[in-house]
């Protein structure tokens, strides 16, 4: 069982609609969980970080986390083009970081 | 505040031969972690670097070795490279607590021949 999981997609949503990312992860011990942006060719962007259970909201996005079920998501409001890109879920679990393999979103116009 | 940088960006190895990569972490910055990314395996941790000292290590062979010096700048070596070495490499940089945000480089695209 990987650490991280993730749907790796591709997720299509149309222009201005919510796009939902999840995953979930393996360690109960898990203490602090990020969302990263990829675009394609380029290294991994950081757009959110939550370390406790409920929601976070920065702009249009907004991290959930459910330590209980062991699920992480990210919603993107108001979805745009440049939104498209693989997003992905890390977990820290006291030693290391661990990445999920990524959710491809695509926003089309 | 610049941001972390990774030198050099691109590289071409041929089997057997070793590399060394470098990483200079954002000014404040005491922690330097490297990744390998594959698009078979995704991001896979290989080491974290603080005080000069490793302080957690992945499931990576030995020749993939690293070090840090007193100004935080990380260098990461790899000896007798493989075909499969071929891959980015990532270097992130965070503050000193265990699990705080973690900022990456452009990365090292390094492919072997």
């Known amino acids: 069982q990987k650490e991280v999981e993730q749907n790796s997609g591709p997720l299509s949503v149309p222009e201005g609609a919510i796009a939902s990312l999840n995953c979930t992860y393996s360690?109960?011990?898990?203490?602090?969980f990020f969302w990263y942006r990829q675009y394609s060719g380029k290294s991994p962007e950081l757009i959110m970080s939550?370390?406790?259970?409920g929601d976070k909201e920065d702009g249009r996005f907004t991290a959930q986390l459910n330590k209980a079920s062991q699920y992480v998501s990210l919603l993107i409001r108001d979805s745009q083009p440049s939104d498209s890109a693989t997003y992905l879920c890390a977990v820290y679990t006291g030693n290391q970081f661990y990445f999920g393999t990524g959710t491809s979103l695509t926003v089309i116009p | 505040k610049a941001g972390v940088t990774q030198t050099p960006r691109y590289l071409i190895k041929t089997r057997g031969q070793q590399v060394t990569l470098s990483c200079s972490p954002i000014s404040g910055h005491r922690s330097v972690s490297w990744y390998q990314q594959t698009p078979g395996q995704g991001l896979q941790f290989l080491f974290e670097?603080?005080?000069?000292?490793?302080?957690n290590k992945g499931n990576f062979p030995g020749r993939f070795s690293g070090r840090q010096f007193s100004n935080s700048r990380s260098e990461m070596n790899v000896s007798t490279l493989e075909l499969g070495d071929s891959a980015l490499y990532l270097c992130?940089?965070?503050?000193?607590?265990?699990?705080?945000?973690?900022?990456f480089g452009p990365g090292t695209r390094l492919t072997v021949l």
């Open positions: 670097y603080f005080s000069e000292t490793q302080r």
């Open positions: 360690d109960r011990g898990s203490q602090s």
């Open positions: 992130a940089s965070s503050l000193a607590r265990q699990g705080n945000e973690q900022f």
């Open positions: 939550i370390y406790s259970n």
